[in-house]
């Protein structure tokens, strides 16, 4: 052992940093043993992200210090972190969209060695812990899942000590977690710490040795996960924990609002998904869950939902019996579509722009422009009454989208959308990176929508989630979708194997479409 | 040795809005040295160049009529650049303007009408949009990049002008100098004040002013317009429709510097010449991130530029300096403009070449 016992790998105390207007991180004291699996809990805005950047040197810490293996070290920059042996794993990926796999991961290495020179390395480390990828794909054709595959590889590529985890699993299946759980156990039996955020309660139990909590900057307290029980770790994280653990009653759905009947589109780039013979309905009414691993075609169905893709054939998509293949996405929505693509900033929102401003963005037609001119008045009460109903924790409507963690994000652009009153939302990974309560939040309003009479169709990774609210459930698997089954009908194991694509093929459209 | 910059963490909003200001300074600063090395006394010349051309209501005037086709084509540009449009031909659609106009008005000398005067200006509008058109058609139809169409659409704006200029549109009883006929009174704009050359395309330009002030600010077309510069996912994912925004952008920059190319000519000019503009669309696009493509901003920068137009000017009238000197002041304001931009929003860091390593490294997990 390079160290003695007693020697904590890491060591803070006393971090403090002040942002204008909110204090992220105030008198934050935490202690990492060699070998130690951590997880660090609390609500979005908590500061988590902030402590784990200080850690990776991203930014600095306004007064308190940081010891390494026992030695102040001043953090300046990721590569003195890197240098130490600190890898992380952002929630919003740093990886250079226009390059491929392995010249991302040269990057990160450093000179001297060249793509093609570590590609063999990549698919040994990517194999052996269960993360295929191939090196010569560039990266703007992954999708999400994959590319969070290739930020842990490129953190393991190197000789780590501290792995930084902000939200790992959100994008893998139960079974690719469970994968990646043994890769951590591995890394921690070989004396490498980690540092895991997540805010799925059941994994941190699996997974973690201890946890520090976080509320509203502060250690809120500490605990052995396997001793509590998700009820007590959500307390500590949100104080109150009414409600977040709850049953919601399954609904039968009325009449079919949107139909797809024989879909077939043909990805125009080589490493995508392709859609073959999709069929699908959602009534009026109910909650459909697609499950399914990420680039196994959610991407391009949700393209060619929200209209951003056209439809090959018109008629192959209707919104109440009338073809909307071919409409654009403010078409469809004039026909009842809200729609939240699953990546937040730069899609959902302009990061740039204003609270009030991404309210206009998808809601113009909802009286918010009157001859022309933007009603701003209206815009900003719009935006008021989503950071309101949705408890959006930001100064005010002005702030940029960019400003904004990824769960008060998420908890805006749902609130946008559902206040829209859509016949027919349809929703990428609703709680994506959202905190217990937030979660809790968004899962109650989309409840309250179906039963307000809403179609609503919800594209997630999270098992767990699917299975709460969603009414019927299916897979994508290679681009084919399984047949939808009611949620009290199937199982996580049956949904995992139409995941791998164990399902009869349902290419004989549904004969009774209303036209 | 390695210059690298940083992202600052937080970015001052006072700065950004001070950059311009000192821009100004530097640039000063700079011209005040630039004097002393060629062996002028620097105040005497920063007067003579800033401050004299001004001391008088005639000087205010000329500042005003040296202003108003430079604010009319950044008006028109900094439309462009929200959308991230880079339209660098006002001075091609300036030109054309100018030209449009002028093949017009030179067969409508005898009419005696008002209307005369408005054909003229439409005529010229329509020219400058449809010389941007074409870029906007280049780029929707062929994905053809608009800086390289439009700056070579420049050329050939300004090779045509050229070609009627010495051809069809010269004055037959103009002892063959390459110049049109005088334009008929019909078709002149009128003066706004007698004994000065400021001419009614004053009021145009405020129109202008207005109008893309409320296009930008106030109306959802300007917000779409905004959304597709800024980031054109979100933009698709609403479903605004980008070639239909980059045809709007282009025909309102192109229209813009059309009116500016024609009021010259029915201005100040009254007849088309071939020195129409001294790069008047070039220095736009100085003028238009000057003022921060926000159109109150581009009143104070195209002022300015127009100040060092008449300085220059002034100062090569006066002491005998080279008019080089407008285009050197014009270069290190944007130069300076744009690197206090640079440093307001990163930090520079200098690195040895052995710790290039960690510099590599530290730029791809920063980003």
Not at chain 1, 9 to 15: C, D, E, M, V, Y
Not at chain 1, 412 to 440: C, M
């Amino acid at each position: 052992m390079p160290n003695p016992a007693n020697t904590p790998r890491l060591q803070l105390r006393g971090i403090t940093k002040r942002y204008p207007g909110c204090l992220a991180n105030d008198q934050v004291d935490l202690s990492l043993q060699p070998g130690e699996i951590r997880a660090l809990l609390g609500e979005n805005g908590a500061g988590k992200s902030t402590l784990m950047k200080i850690i990776y040197g991203v930014t600095q810490a306004d007064s308190g210090s940081v010891l390494w293996q026992g030695q102040p070290v001043h953090l300046r920059n990721p590569g003195q972190a890197r240098q130490l042996g600190i890898g992380m794993v952002f929630q919003h990926f740093s990886l250079f969209e226009t390059l491929t796999v392995a010249q991302n991961i040269a990057l990160a290495m450093g000179p001297g060695q060249t793509p093609s020179q570590l590609e063999p390395r990549i698919r040994e480390v990517s194999a052996r812990y269960g993360m295929p990828l191939e090196p010569d794909r560039l990266v703007h054709s992954l999708s999400i899942g994959e590319r969070q595959r290739v930020e842990i590889v490129r953190c393991l590529m190197q000789d780590i000590r501290l792995l930084i985890l902000d939200e790992p699993t959100s994008v893998l299946t139960p079974q690719e977690a469970d994968d990646l759980f043994v890769t951590l156990r591995r890394l921690a039996s070989e004396g490498c710490s980690i540092l895991f955020i997540s805010h799925k309660l059941g994994e941190v139990r699996a997974l973690c040795h201890s946890a520090t909590v976080l509320r509203g900057g502060r250690v809120s307290g500490h605990c052995v996960p396997a001793d509590c029980t998700d009820l007590e770790l959500a307390r500590l994280m949100v104080g109150d924990a009414e409600g977040l653990v709850a049953h919601y009653p399954k609904a039968q759905g009325g009449a079919p609002f949107l139909q797809v009947a024989g879909l077939d589109w043909t990805n125009p780039d080589p490493f995508g998904c392709s859609l073959r013979q999709l069929v699908l309905q959602v009534n009026s009414g109910e909650i459909v869950g697609i499950a399914g691993v990420a680039g196994n075609g959610q991407d391009e169905l949700l393209a060619l939902l929200s209209g951003e893709q056209r439809a090959p054939a018109p008629a192959s998509i209707r919104f109440a019996g009338q073809p909307v293949g071919h409409l654009r996405p403010d078409q469809r929505r004039a026909q009842g579509l809200a729609f939240v693509p699953a990546e937040r900033l730069g899609h959902g929102a302009v990061p740039e722009m204003s609270l009030a401003d991404n309210a206009l963005l998808t809601a113009f037609q909802q009286g918010l422009v009157a001859k022309g001119m933007v009603r701003t008045r209206k815009v900003l009460a719009l935006a008021d009454e989503i950071i309101r109903r949705f408890a959006v924790k930001t100064p005010d409507a002005q702030a940029p989208a960019r400003s904004l963690s990824g769960g008060n994000l998420q908890k805006f652009i749902l609130g946008r959308e559902i206040l829209q009153q859509p016949k027919l939302l349809v929703a990428a990974h609703p709680t994506w990176g959202v905190d217990v309560g937030a979660a809790a939040t968004i899962h109650r309003a989309l409840i309250a929508l179906r039963d307000a009479g809403a179609a609503i169709l919800v594209i997630s990774e999270d098992l767990d989630e699917l299975f709460q609210i969603s009414d019927r459930l299916g897979a994508l698997s290679g681009g084919r979708l399984s047949p939808l089954q009611a949620t009290a009908a199937t199982t996580q194991v049956e949904l995992g194997g139409w995941m791998a694509g164990r399902f009869a093929d349902t290419s004989t459209p549904t004969p009774a479409l209303a036209g | 040795m390695l210059l690298s910059l940083e992202p600052r963490g937080q970015q001052s909003r006072l700065m950004l809005w001070c950059s311009p200001l000192l821009a100004a300074l530097l640039t000063l600063a700079c011209g005040s040295l630039l004097f002393i090395a060629l062996g002028h006394k620097p105040l005497p010349t920063l007067h003579t160049l800033l401050i004299e051309p001004v001391s008088d209501l005639y000087g205010v005037g000329e500042l005003l009529v040296k202003a108003l086709p430079i604010l009319m084509c950044a008006l028109g540009l900094a439309v462009a650049y929200q959308a991230r449009i880079w339209n660098i031909g006002a001075e091609g659609q300036l030109l054309i303007g100018a030209l449009g106009g002028s093949a017009l008005a030179v067969n409508i000398i005898g009419m005696d009408s008002r209307w005369a005067l408005v054909m003229v200006l439409v005529a010229g509008t329509l020219a400058g949009a449809a010389w941007a058109g074409l870029t906007a058609w280049l780029r929707t139809q062929f994905n053809a990049n608009e800086i390289l169409t439009s700056i070579m659409l420049n050329y050939i704006a300004l090779n045509l002008l050229l070609y009627f200029v010495h051809g069809p549109l010269r004055d037959p009883a103009g002892f063959n100098f390459p110049q049109s006929a005088m334009f008929g009174d019909a078709s002149r704009l009128p003066l706004v004040f007698e004994g000065g050359r400021l001419h009614a395309g004053l009021y145009f330009a405020l129109l202008a002013l207005v109008a893309v002030w409320v296009l930008l600010q106030k109306s959802f077309v300007g917000f779409q317009i905004k959304v597709l510069g800024l980031d054109q996912r979100a933009a698709g994912f609403v479903g605004f429709r980008e070639k239909r925004l980059v045809w709007l952008a282009l025909l309102i920059s192109g229209a813009l510097a059309g009116l500016a190319g024609v009021c010259e000519v029915t201005g100040p000019i009254g007849q088309l010449v071939p020195q129409v503009s001294p790069g008047y669309g070039y220095a736009a696009i100085t003028v238009a991130f000057l003022g921060r493509l926000n159109p109150i901003g581009i009143v104070f920068s195209s002022l300015l530029m127009a100040l060092l137009y008449l300085g220059g000017e002034n100062a090569q009238m006066a002491m005998n300096l080279p008019q080089a000197i407008t285009q050197l002041f014009q270069g290190m304001m944007l130069f300076f403009l744009l690197a206090c931009d640079v440093l307001i929003l990163y930090r520079p860091r200098l690195k040895l070449r052995w710790a290039r390593r960690t510099a590599a490294v530290a730029t791809a997990g920063a980003l």
